[in-house]
């Protein structure tokens, strides 16, 4: 049975939508949108579609949505975020400007939009664990210049956050995202080297890893924290393991700590909410039942 024809029976005519990607068993987005299916008693359904990192797999994709009456749209992992772009219909502004999507909202009209909810759920998390930080109280660090890192940089110079610094193994690719995102108000967007990491730390409130050093099957992360403030937060976005390395270290020097889970979470709301016609909340039931799924 080839995945349409299996995400089809599972959804038995109901409303649904689902997590794209290659591979995509891993996901827990399943788990976090089944949660608020069931809360909020919903007649539908969110299952798992791998699609290949081929342009025809991916024009396959957005002929199944358009073309299946209950089909709602869909989320976005690796690695289709960008390359799904050209193929939607409308690209909401936010996600032009990061220049990704990781959620398509099917209209009643047929329209295809993407949109990216990724530095909304960064951020609601942000606030929601630690919120005695505020963006304009001094510099940020972001570890890495990928996909996730775009939408937090993005997210952060919205915010008012009066200086950032990227530091990534790869300078060119950290210049590359500065260059996109300085703002022209006399804000800086300073790039560091990679051995520099653990002086880049000096006086910031806020530190974030975007790479995926420190997940599981992934080398560690090596950082030394000697020159970071006790008083700044520490964000880890990788959620398995949910405490990872550097979140331990932290923890015990007295940072306030928060790990990746919060911000999975958070960036379904947007989708659910237009796939479904219902506002929804993260909720602690919510986070032990998907840290369940996680198998921790």
Request: glycine share 10%; with cysteine.
């Amino acid at each position: 049975m080839n995945p349409y024809d299996k995400l089809l029976e599972e959804a038995r005519d109901r409303p649904f939508a689902g997590i794209v990607g290659w591979p995509v068993e891993h996901s827990r987005s399943p788990a976090l949108h089944g949660f608020w299916l069931k809360q909020h008693k919903i007649d539908g359904y969110y299952g798992r579609l791998p699609v290949e990192p081929r342009r025809a797999a991916l024009e396959e994709l957005v002929a199944f949505l358009r073309r299946t009456p209950n089909a709602r749209g869909c989320n976005l992992t690796l690695p289709h975020k960008i390359e799904i772009m050209p193929l939607l219909d409308r690209i909401h502004p936010g996600a032009a400007r990061i220049g990704a999507v990781n959620t398509v909202i099917k209209h009643p009209d047929g329209l295809l939009e993407g949109r990216n909810s990724d530095g909304f759920g960064f951020m609601e998390a942000l606030r929601y664990n630690a919120p005695h930080w505020r963006p304009n109280t001094g510099p940020v660090v972001v570890l890495g210049a990928g996909g996730a890192a775009r939408a937090i940089v993005a997210t952060l110079v919205d915010a008012g956050v009066p200086e950032l610094r990227l530091v990534n193994r790869t300078k060119s690719t950290a210049i590359d995202l500065g260059v996109a995102f300085t703002p022209d108000d006399g804000r800086q967007i300073v790039v560091d080297r990679w051995e520099r990491r653990a002086q880049a730390l000096e006086g910031v409130t806020l530190l974030v890893n975007t790479t995926s050093l420190g997940m599981r099957g992934q080398p560690p992360l090596d950082l030394d924290l000697a020159h970071l403030p006790h008083t700044a937060a520490v964000y880890d976005i990788v959620y398995t393991p949910l405490e990872t390395a550097l979140l331990a270290t932290a923890r015990g020097r007295g940072n306030r700590c928060i790990d990746g889970l919060g911000m999975l979470l958070h960036q379904g709301r947007i989708g659910f909410e237009a796939w479904f016609g219902v506002k929804v909340d993260v909720s602690v039931e919510q986070r032990r039942a998907v840290a369940s799924d996680l198998g921790v």
